[in-house]
């Protein structure tokens, strides 16, 4: 098995040259990290990944956690990364100073869990899982729960989950049917079902602390009545003592890949004894729960592009390695075998992954900057970039998903029939990545969160925001006459994009809103292609930048090979818009008008 599963060059690259993460140091929030510290981070995390995270990438999968007598069992090397986690400040990264975090910018601690996803997917999601659940009880909870929650979770000694899904509701948090009922103590006692919970349960921490959506009793109706609270599986009597909170774990899931983190079906108050706290204030929890989803959406694209790196990387090393067959041109049968890596077609198959890989983390980035620029702007400036990062979450979601599982496969084609096999990781890297098109909304809420929410709030503005960044970038590309090819080509995609977006909107005023979306996931997947497209070219801007000075001969290949993968994706995939464009404007209605009787059995 290959040892290299991302590149620490690419991911410096990102942040350093085409992101500019020195930048956000000239404001206080950040004022206090230079380059060294951040290069010692991003070395830091490289080392623990390949030290802790990678030597039971298998074993974890191959050993899945188990129910035993109420109790999830899983890799007994989760409790030892759970608090080498904790003590190394990696869940409390991008915490503020007070709240005892390292105030890193996401950029950074993103590239980190980078670093950890590709190492071990699996393994990274429980520290991941409890700093987006303990940042919501920073930012909603009170002094109390605060007090109560945050250091332990913080030093990995508790593991934090986001509790939504229930067997009956699904992805429509509408019919969340638990309930929560007050009490003159202060505390909500809690009932009902949850289920699909990521490391709902498992004896690598101390304790799980769900944040949990429930219904408190006698609330309105619909997603205004929904709550948000805090619910651990232990909870202290009145002597300080750990004791249960009536919350059972009534199975697991034996999943295609992702093994190595229980997935959990509670089951909640069935003795009448479960106490919830409440976080924030009362039916207000969706638009809480909301801020960890989309951090989650986030850490799922990151996961996808990470997964599909660790499996790029493992096939390139194997087609280095592999002989097979001789040049077209090469008659001769004695001469000796050519490694695969030097035919055409695998030539192909690897463009399209590192494409694929560095165009998703590109766009991953370009999230996190937005998101630190957040913490930094003026007020009036903020909004920009909260909208700009709205819109293109379900868009960096998706990509990396949608587009990682085409990329893991092509990994396993340049194996041939051993990539099939157990004998090498990228079987299991395909397996790992399916369930990233489900988790945290599948691709069909994604298309209409994009299409249906996001593209048209606050009257446009989010999507002529994003207009102006690429157009941004396109006139910094013209600086440049070797870009000049994709600056036309991507012009006259968003040229297209527009064009279809507008229409779109047309047709949801005059048909209404069924035919509208009804291709939202269609119109999600030429707006990736389009966005991803915007990368490549801030890349290539930053490699003419950095091809004008002197450079060593690794340097000069890294960036050669930067614009080979440009100009792939400019001729290969890009192109691809134009099937997308005529299916989203032709006008028929197919998938509506389509009866659920015409389908036989």
Same mark, same amino acid.
């Given at each position: 098995?290959?040892?290299?599963?991302?590149?620490?060059?690419?991911?410096?690259?990102?942040?350093?040259?085409?992101?500019?993460?020195?930048?956000?140091?000239?404001?206080?929030?950040?004022?206090?990290?230079?380059?060294?510290?951040?290069?010692?981070?991003?070395?830091?995390?490289?080392?623990?990944?390949?030290?802790?995270?990678?030597?039971?990438?298998?074993?974890?999968?191959?050993?899945?956690?188990?129910?035993?007598?109420?109790?999830?069992?899983?890799?007994?090397?989760?409790?030892?990364?759970?608090?080498?986690?904790?003590?190394?400040?990696?869940?409390?990264?991008?915490?503020?100073?007070?709240?005892?975090?390292?105030?890193?910018?996401?950029?950074?601690?993103?590239?980190?869990?980078?670093?950890?996803?590709?190492?071990?997917?699996?393994?990274?999601?429980?520290?991941?899982?409890?700093?987006?659940?303990?940042?919501?009880?920073?930012?909603?909870?009170?002094?109390?729960?605060?007090?109560?929650?945050?250091?332990?979770?913080?030093?990995?000694?508790?593991?934090?989950?986001?509790?939504?899904?229930?067997?009956?509701?699904?992805?429509?948090?509408?019919?969340?049917?638990?309930?929560?009922?007050?009490?003159?103590?202060?505390?909500?006692?809690?009932?009902?079902?949850?289920?699909?919970?990521?490391?709902?349960?498992?004896?690598?921490?101390?304790?799980?602390?769900?944040?949990?959506?429930?219904?408190?009793?006698?609330?309105?109706?619909?997603?205004?009545?929904?709550?948000?609270?805090?619910?651990p599986k232990m909870r202290l009597n009145e002597d300080g003592i750990p004791v249960s909170n009536d919350i059972t774990v009534s199975q697991i899931f034996h999943k295609m890949g992702y093994r190595g983190t229980p997935i959990a079906e509670l089951s909640i108050g069935d003795k009448d004894d479960c106490r919830g706290y409440l976080l924030g204030e009362?039916?207000?929890?969706?638009?809480?729960?909301?801020?960890?989803?989309?951090?989650?959406?986030?850490?799922?694209?990151?996961?996808?592009?990470?997964?599909?790196?660790?499996?790029?990387?493992?096939?390139?090393?194997?087609?280095?390695?592999?002989?097979?067959?001789?040049?077209?041109?090469?008659?001769?049968?004695?001469?000796?075998?050519?490694?695969?890596?030097?035919?055409?077609?695998?030539?192909?198959?690897?463009?399209?992954?590192?494409?694929?890989?560095?165009?998703?983390?590109?766009?991953?980035?370009?999230?996190?900057?937005?998101?630190?620029?957040?913490?930094?702007?003026?007020?009036?400036?903020?909004?920009?970039?909260?909208?700009?990062?709205?819109?293109?979450?379900?868009?960096?979601?998706?990509?990396?998903?949608?587009?990682?599982?085409?990329?893991?496969?092509?990994?396993?084609?340049?194996?041939?029939?051993?990539?099939?096999?157990?004998?090498?990781?990228?079987?299991?890297?395909?397996?790992?990545?399916?369930?990233?098109?489900?988790?945290?909304?599948?691709?069909?809420? #994604?298309?209409? %969160?994009?299409?249906?929410?996001? !593209?048209?709030?606050?009257?446009? @503005?989010?999507?002529?925001? /994003? &207009?102006?960044?690429?157009?941004?970038?396109?006139?910094?590309?013209?600086?440049?006459?070797?870009?000049?090819?994709?600056?036309?080509?991507?012009?006259?995609?968003?040229? #297209?994009?527009? %064009?279809?977006?507008?229409?779109? !909107?047309?047709?949801?005023?005059? @048909?209404?809103?069924?035919? /509208? &979306?009804a291709d939202a996931t269609l119109y999600l997947e030429f707006f990736g292609i389009v966005t991803v497209a915007w990368q490549w070219l801030l890349q290539s801007v930053s490699v003419q930048k950095a091809r004008a000075g002197e450079l060593s001969t690794a340097e000069a290949d890294f960036y050669q090979g930067k614009l080979f993968t440009a100009r792939?994706?400019?001729?290969?995939?890009?192109?691809?818009?134009?099937?997308?464009?005529?299916?989203?404007?032709?006008?028929?209605?197919?998938?509506?008008?389509?009866?659920?009787?015409?389908?036989?059995?």
């Amino acid at each position: 098995m290959a040892d290299k599963f991302i590149s620490i060059r690419n991911v410096k690259f990102l942040l350093f040259e085409v992101f500019d993460v020195l930048s956000l140091s000239e404001h206080p929030y950040f004022s206090q990290h230079n380059q060294k510290i951040y290069n010692l981070v991003l070395n830091a995390a490289l080392k623990l990944s390949t030290r802790l995270l990678h030597p039971i990438f298998e074993e974890m999968d191959r050993n899945p956690p188990e129910l035993i007598a109420g109790q999830v069992k899983v890799h007994p090397a989760v409790a030892g990364i759970m608090k080498e986690f904790g003590q190394g400040g990696w869940i409390a990264a991008t915490f503020p100073a007070e709240s005892n975090g390292e105030q890193l910018p996401s950029m950074v601690a993103n590239a980190c869990f980078a670093m950890f996803f590709a190492a071990n997917y699996s393994a990274g999601v429980y520290p991941g899982l409890t700093a987006g659940a303990a940042r919501l009880i920073d930012s909603f909870g009170n002094e109390g729960l605060k007090k109560t929650f945050l250091s332990k979770m913080l030093s990995g000694q508790w593991q934090g989950t986001m509790a939504l899904t229930e067997p009956q509701a699904g992805s429509s948090l509408t019919d969340i049917a638990t309930t929560a009922l007050p009490t003159v103590d202060g505390y909500y006692k809690l009932r009902g079902r949850k289920t699909f919970i990521s490391a709902g349960d498992h004896d690598g921490a101390e304790n799980i602390v769900h944040l949990m959506l429930a219904r408190i009793d006698g609330a309105p109706a619909g997603p205004r009545g929904i709550s948000l609270f805090v619910v651990p599986k232990m909870r202290l009597n009145e002597d300080g003592i750990p004791v249960s909170n009536d919350i059972t774990v009534s199975q697991i899931f034996h999943k295609m890949g992702y093994r190595g983190t229980p997935i959990a079906e509670l089951s909640i108050g069935d003795k009448d004894d479960c106490r919830g706290y409440l976080l924030g204030e009362p039916h207000r929890g969706l638009a809480y729960m909301f801020q960890m989803m989309n951090e989650e959406r986030i850490g799922v694209g990151l996961g996808a592009a990470s997964i599909a790196s660790a499996a790029y990387y493992a096939a390139l090393h194997y087609c280095k390695q592999r002989p097979q067959g001789r040049r077209l041109t090469d008659k001769d049968p004695a001469s000796p075998q050519i490694a695969i890596i030097e035919h055409a077609d695998v030539k192909r198959m690897l463009l399209f992954q590192r494409a694929v890989v560095e165009g998703s983390f590109s766009l991953l980035m370009q999230c996190s900057q937005y998101e630190d620029m957040t913490r930094v702007v003026l007020p009036e400036e903020k909004s920009r970039y909260r909208l700009l990062l709205e819109l293109l979450t379900p868009v960096a979601k998706t990509y990396a998903s949608e587009m990682g599982i085409l990329s893991t496969s092509q990994s396993i084609q340049c194996f041939g029939g051993y990539g099939y096999c157990q004998d090498f990781p990228v079987e299991q890297h395909f397996r790992d990545m399916r369930i990233h098109p489900i988790h945290e909304g599948t691709t069909g809420i #994604q298309g209409m %969160d994009l299409l249906g929410r996001k !593209v048209v709030m606050e009257n446009g @503005k989010a999507f002529a925001f /994003f &207009l102006e960044e690429v157009q941004c970038a396109m006139h910094s590309a013209r600086k440049f006459p070797a870009l000049l090819s994709m600056v036309n080509q991507l012009y006259k995609a968003i040229k #297209q994009l527009q %064009d279809v977006t507008y229409q779109l !909107v047309d047709i949801a005023h005059k @048909k209404g809103p069924e035919i /509208f &979306l009804a291709d939202a996931t269609l119109y999600l997947e030429f707006f990736g292609i389009v966005t991803v497209a915007w990368q490549w070219l801030l890349q290539s801007v930053s490699v003419q930048k950095a091809r004008a000075g002197e450079l060593s001969t690794a340097e000069a290949d890294f960036y050669q090979g930067k614009l080979f993968t440009a100009r792939y994706y400019f001729a290969y995939e890009l192109p691809r818009i134009s099937g997308l464009v005529q299916r989203l404007t032709d006008g028929d209605p197919i998938t509506v008008e389509m009866k659920s009787c015409y389908f036989s059995d």
